[in-house]
């Protein structure tokens, strides 16, 4: 049985990839680059299964015993790194990067079980040192089956975890830089721009789309059993990416991770509208600090689309609203703020501006509060001052 769900998309790339597979021309280092959950590490695995194929043609033939290795993530000549939770371990530096690798262990035999799980929020991930040496260690042996070796180093952009030196990073290089003949590195990155530059230029980008919101409301509803109309506005809220799209997903009887986000991102945005302060400050303050930076990322994203919305509603398109269950809320905003689609545009520069600052670290209630009194000075029916 396969522990892969099928690949979807990008059919274009994977033809090109396919190509120069098959003509030998496939460079040893790949970057895939693109949005977040537009399947970079997906691709990434069918690539390597790809080249581990014994019948390739322009995709793998999916029967042979490497394919199907591959797709059980059983495959030893495939070896798929990603961030993980630094381990609590005691002792020397073999002692932590023998943790990491058990931590990879377990983390692989939880995705061949659920390969749609996600990743528990709350602890930093990394991909740290002891990690690249250990995948250093292999590079330098043979392959066991196959004719080469695949490395798959998924969100490579947190080799760099920001509270230490780009060691990791650096030991990378050292490998991309000499690279044995026998193997192939595929990074993958959702901002391509944040990793080192020495490192990018050794890697041939291969940049992936957002996929049609067909494309994703078809996964929804024939992996995850989602109703047709329920998967059509979930793919539109996802902007092409299935990896979002799950995230709206109920889960347990619990909103989704994406979905709690969204509806905080319109209280927030009702909240920044109106007029007394006081509902903004506490708008504010019941922004929890949970989920760390990517959380506050997302939540960002939502209050831009929940502004695109309000703008396209101002602009009377509402054919390009994408939170579609909204529309009277929208429209009921809309109607509040006289010039709502000026103040928009406005709006989601200043939500621009605020996912700067985040990524350079400032404290996330810190923004909120600036973002939002800010917003409130563009967006409220009565500014101070007037
Ligand atoms: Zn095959």
Known sequence: MSALPPIRGHEDVRASLARAALAGEL??????????????????LWLAQLLACERPGGEPCGACVACRLALRLEHPDILWFFPIARPKASG???????????????????????????????????L???????????????????????????DAELLVPQESS???????????????????????????????PTIRSRLLPVRLRPLPDEEVARCLVEERGTPP?????????????????????????????????????????????????????????????????????????????????LAATAAGAPEQVVNTDAADRLAALASRLPGAD????NGI????????????NVNPQLILAW?????????????PGR
């Open 27 to 44: 460079p040893g280092s790949l970057l895939l680059h693109g949005p977040p959950g537009v399947g970079k590490q997906r691709l990434g």
């Open 92 to 126: 020397g530096p073999d002692r932590l990067a023998e943790a990491m690798e058990e931590a990879r262990a377990e983390e692989l035999a939880a995705r061949r079980e659920n390969p749609w799980r996600r990743a528990a929020p709350g602890e930093p991930l990394g």
């Open 128 to 154: 740290f040192l002891p990690q690249i040496q250990t995948l250093r260690r292999y590079a330098a042996t043979r392959p066991a089956m196959a004719r080469r070796k695949v490395f798959l180093i998924g």
């Open 166 to 196: 780009p060691e990791a990073a650096n030991a990378l290089l050292k490998v991309l830089e000499e690279p044995p003949a026998d193997t192939t590195f595929i990074l993958t990155a959702s901002d391509a721009e944040s990793l080192l």
């Open 229 to 309: 109309r329920e998967a059509e506005r979930i793919a539109r809220l996802a902007q092409g990416a299935i990896g979002r799209a799950l995230g709206f997903l109920p889960d347990d009887g619990e909103p989704g991770p994406l979905e709690a986000l969204r509806q905080q991102a319109l209280e927030l945005l009702e909240a920044a509208s109106a007029a007394p302060a006081m509902r903004r400050l506490a708008a504010a303050l019941a922004v929890g600090p949970a989920g760390g930076r990517g959380a506050f990322t997302d939540l960002l994203e939502a209050l831009s689309l929940w502004l695109r919305d």
């Open 342 to 345: 000026l103040a928009a545009a």
């Open 349 to 360: 520069r200043l939500v621009e501006e605020a996912r700067a600052l985040a990524y350079g």
């Open 371 to 383: 973002l939002l009194r800010s917003l409130h000075a563009t967006l409220s029916p009565t500014p």
